[in-house]
């Protein structure tokens, strides 16, 4: 899995989750993930989670940090399961960096009290499937109870090479889990 | 998913996954997930796992809690992503339930300091996938240094019985999210 | 499976044969099948049928009764194969609710001697196989020699409903039979 | 799709549900159907149905006409879809030739009244999907109130010779259903 | 696999690479080649290449030799596979034809020294995965150094058509050889 | 893809082409080929082409250089045109290697006239796919009119080391020939 941090800010408008966007735009290739800092405002027309088009919520924040990752050659529930481990790689991260910070992780959702930290999306497209993981950097411009990395004082920029590293780390050893094993008979 | 607690004391040596364990023993079908109390002991005719049959490891234990998750209709990543994500179950209803423990996620493998807590395998059968997640209860018989429930106080039948009930709903709500999503294209 | 009689009247003009539809207008997730009355009217641009598109037939009735299903996970040769027991379903329905007639199915396609009955669809979407099934309620604005629900008396609403259950029980059945099934080596 | 009706008297004791029969002993290779008639004695070893092994059922009779299907490249859902057409396909061949009988399919079983007709198992194997499906020519030897084939003044080898060109026409209609129809965005 | 060589000059400007283009405008259906000759102006909207969008290449020749597959119910690899199974073939034509003449095939393209004969892309679609390999018939309107069948003065329509030839024979091969190997447990 | 050319002699017996023979026998994970040199006498029990099978045909040669591959996460298509693609490199190997010789590649055989250079088979299995891939080293102990590397003074071990890498670089720049395409709508 390749990896890359996206140095200039890029506003997340849902348009960027589609398939070979981090091939077509930034020449990462294959199985990949890339990280950007910019504010997020999903239009309807790029809305896929049908539970916000339906309920006609926003999707928008002055400023996160964004991860978009896509899998080829994998089921919809694997993309899904990574979904929640990156979850659980950002909750781990942010806790052993900030002292006393418990996080609640609720399916793809991160929770500090009643507050929410993070966005997420999986769906599947033609060939593969895509992943939008999005954290808030401030809590300007959210439409709900929100925390943000400001609130834990963590910088966003090595913050986000820490998780890209990890994201990689762990796809990279579930292939390797998967390649070692005996089939069962 | 359907999830059942088994009462009888039953020692997994590595035969108990095999595909339709849980529908032809223990009348559960589909998509499952079963706990049961005790020994371990993986001959070697059923390891799965090629690091441990290449380097000779024992997989041993004299008290454990076992999890075996049958999967059927999705890729063997989404059983890798599963049996991570029931690590990090794990991680979390310990750590809430004991005072001032944090526990290290590292693969599908739960470490206390350096003192591990669990093991795990993931494979391919024919029609599904399989995964054995075991905690032990106590560190008698391990073949490595490792921690325990006991060294955390935890009683091991409501603490199974909690986390069945976790594991069932993180697939039932990733089954969820992925039939809730539009596609990209 | 889960199954839902739609209570307006709905306009098919092909539109609704399309991924999550019946969960992004219906709140009807996962595995479906709803049910819907109204005319029939499909545009060539939602035409899926190329035997229809080429040969410039018309797809069309002013009464019809309409399934639409989506299927996750599985191939588009087990949707073709639902939609075939479909049609089994709606006949042997009639047969058994009406004295001395006897439908035949050819393929998808429900004939009362050289009358037709239904039009039928299955086709492959992103994560997801879709099914349009109709019979006619009237024989008014069909382009071909048809028969319809009028014919042999049968009131489509709680035909509807008897139709929706049995295809839920057919499917979840199919699910059953797969999972309890020990593999062959 | 290839067929052949197998001249030999064959003893179905369920070791021919397995990958690549045809293929291996009559030359019949691909997607396949071949029929047999033989009596029906199934060993626990070869028994596939878990609800039959669980409940210690026995599955004999004394005359069966068998059928073996192998299906490559599609799920094992769509294995369960045709073995429930070819139920489909006996019952209406049954009901066309013989007057005023009337036959109850449900799921993969033919009942006429109380008396069950037929047995039936769709498994996964590696590579394949297999199907096995039998109706009885007698009732004896049979474990429970079954009816038969005689009970019908049914000739077993053209009614074999029927219903296996109906199960490879309804599979290469299944098969060119697929290939005309445009995806759905 | 059905096979067709087009009688009209079509010029291939991309939008040939569709799903279902054989059988909706040729009436080519299934997995099937189609063949036609005509000038070569892929347009941007219509690129699949991202190597050749990215670097704003051109994609263009004044007359060439396309063959277009399209291949249901397999992996993407499989019809990268046959892609360059199709280079293979062309490449053994061609040397077997003019004398003295020894091409290189480098992935999915041919060379006669640094003189490029070929252009091909394959892409996965919904339902089935295409392929697109087209050699050129003359030099004229190329953007890179070029050879073309008229160089080993090749007539373009038969070897069309022992090509297309070639490709069936191929793909069934490929179909007989998978369908007669027994699994490897 | 891993690659590994291993020293020692092995006899190839049918035995060694099982599902993580690489990993399990030669620290070699994931999708891999390896390469050794040896004997070949197939075992009918490890027989995996029925048409040998069935025939009676054996497989065997005094000194064989032997090819073994595991592919995951691809149709069993997929390991068929890789086959024959390696059967294409082995080809073009020799041809540039050795002045005058022509060889002819006949789906996945290789002929120098009428003298078989090699034997292969794919097959399926559990979770991955398999390919044995063998050219004569010597014409001795061959049951059929062979040739061999002896025959055209080609030395195996550095044969064999050019083919692993050929075949190495086949397989990833098809991975990357498939991640780099647009999908086709």
Redesign the interface.
Known sequence: MQCKFLDSIITYDGSQ????FA??NH?V???SVVAFIGPCNVSFQH?????D??SGSKICGDLMLHFICEL???????A??????IA?IVK?EI?SAVKNV?LI?T??DLYWNDQKLSIS????????S?IHFAVNISNSGTPVKTCSLQDFAVEPRPFAEKILKKIVD?WE?????????????
């Open positions: 989750l589609r398939p070979r091939c077509q020449s290739i294959g199985n809305m896929k989670d049908l539970e088009l339906n080829f050659d994998t089921s919809v529930m694997a899904v399961g990574l979904q929640r481990l659980s781990d806790e418990r992780r399916g793809d999306i999986a769906c599947p497209s033609i060939g593969s895509l762990e050893s579930m292939e390797n889990a998967k390649v070692k094993a005996l089939p069962s008979l």
